[in-house]
């Protein structure tokens, strides 16, 4: 079954604005990831955050992680263009050796 | 240099045909993977190596065959083609195959079974 989930499934913005979207999961994990995939491309890694953190930044991009709700935030400030994109998380459940990715957030900034 | 290559880019072929994609990575990592992302954007792994030998095979049709002939190469033939196979096919890598490494993506391959 599907570890993660985001949420919204689609989000459309002005540029300019912040953009905030979550991923819950099923099982208790060691790290969470977020990945970015522009349309006709790969995935490409973002960040990463271990189930130790809480809170982990990365130029414009701050991620949230909360074990208790298993869930997890990705904020992107001061959103441009070139950031629309889909936004996946992908967990490493505990005592698993894979990602498992979530269906992606599709983000579209409007000039 | 492209760090995760994988060819070709796209494929059109007809039911029942037989198929590759090949993939090589130059990051000097020791594990690799291959991915299938649906129309839904989903995107499910589907083999795993590491150093050449096979640590993920999820549930796939034997019809899927990887082969991994040096840890830079992760191959992957696709026996009698479905309707159903139509996706796009990525392959990753990453430096080590335990929990918390990043993996790298190739830029798919589109296959069209018609």
């Known amino acids: 079954s599907q570890q993660g989930e985001e949420d919204p499934q689609a989000l459309s913005i002005q540029e300019g604005e912040n953009a905030t979207m979550n991923c819950s999961y099923k099982t208790s994990i060691n790290n969470l990831q977020w990945y970015r995939q522009n349309s006709g491309r790969g995935l490409v890694h973002l960040i990463l955050i271990r189930s130790n953190e809480r809170e982990k930044h990365s130029g414009r991009l701050r991620v949230t992680l909360d074990t208790s709700k298993k869930s997890s935030s990705l904020l992107i400030t001061a959103s441009r263009a070139a950031d629309t994109a889909s936004y996946f998380c992908?967990?490493?459940?505990?005592?698993?050796?894979?990602?498992?990715f979530g269906q992606g957030t599709r983000l579209t900034i409007n000039p | 240099d492209t760090a995760v290559s994988q060819t070709p880019k796209y494929l059109v072929t007809q039911m029942g045909n037989d198929k590759s994609i090949k993939c090589e990575q130059n990051l000097g990592h020791d594990t690799m993977y291959w991915y299938k992302q649906d129309s839904k954007k989903f995107l499910k792994i589907m083999f795993s190596y590491n150093n050449k030998e096979l640590i993920i095979n999820e549930t796939v049709p034997n019809r899927f065959s990887p082969k991994s002939p040096d840890k830079a190469h992760l191959n992957l033939h696709i026996n009698s083609l479905e309707l159903g196979d139509s996706a796009v096919y990525f392959c990753?890598?990453?430096?080590?195959?335990?929990?918390?490494?990043?993996?790298?993506f190739g830029a798919g391959t589109r296959l069209s079974v018609l």
């Open positions: 990753a890598s990453s430096q080590g195959s335990g929990q918390g490494n990043i993996q790298y």
């Open positions: 992908a967990t490493t459940p505990q005592g698993a050796q894979k990602l498992v």
